[in-house]
């Protein structure tokens, strides 16, 4: 038997914060969102396999699964969305599929961890090119690893690269500290196994050239 969907209606409430383009003022208060949300039936699974993998990161408990959903009713609105925000974004994967598919007119990711912030800033602040570059030319070992996890960066674009290494050569791409290295990694191939440089470099490039795009730490 196929499988179908419904509409269901949701309230969400929380807090929000409006940055005024060039001036530096903000608003604090409280927001209601009352959505018409598009549901699966119970026995219907989503297929994450199915989601174009946009995002640099390898991300436990990310949201590529949300992405159907959102892309539906995205589709739906009329007019189109003037701008979608992502909160939490992690690795924006909701976003990165609204850019890419032009689902809004304008995307804002909002992340608070210093160092997925770092590579937001990064890509879509001007450093893409650099950071591809970086990470192509990297030669992977535990050693030159270690190395990188245990210096503190000097700026934004080295943050962002240790970042995205430690997402890619820790164990579930866990950032969090204390995480250990990979040691037999994807089919044995140990702690380079996820690193995929020439993937990494081309998901980097095309993040950086989509937008319009905006992206706020806090």
């Known amino acids: 038997m196929g499988s179908s969907t419904k509409s269901e209606s949701r309230c969400y409430s929380s807090t929000y914060r409006l940055e005024f383009s060039g001036n530096p003022v903000y608003e604090e208060g409280e927001c209601s969102l009352d959505l018409r949300v598009p549901v699966a039936e119970p026995t219907k699974i989503i297929n994450v396999a199915s ?114 290494l430690r997402n890619r050569v820790q164990r579930g791409g866990i950032l969090a500290p204390g995480a250990g290295l990979l040691k037999k990694g994807e089919n044995g191939r140990g702690i380079g196994s996820r690193w995929y440089p020439s993937t990494r470099e081309t998901d980097i490039e095309h993040r950086g050239d989509q937008g319009p795009h905006n992206f706020h730490r806090g």
Request: glycine content about 8%; hydrophobic content about 40%; overall charge positive.
């Open 51 to 164: 989601v174009p993998q946009r995002s640099p990161f390898r991300y436990p408990g990310g949201k590529t699964w949300l992405v159907p959903y959102v892309r539906r009713w995205l589709c739906g609105q009329s007019p189109p969305v003037e701008e979608l925000i992502e909160p939490f974004a992690g690795g924006g994967i909701v976003g990165l599929t609204a850019a890419f598919e032009r689902l809004a007119k304008r995307v804002t990711l909002v992340e608070i961890d210093p160092d997925i912030a770092a590579v937001w800033r990064a890509i879509l602040g001007g450093d893409s090119r650099w950071l591809a570059e970086k990470i192509t030319a990297f030669k992977l070992t535990a050693q030159s690893v270690r190395s990188i996890l245990c210096t503190q960066p000097r700026c934004n674009k080295e943050r962002a690269f240790a970042t995205i």
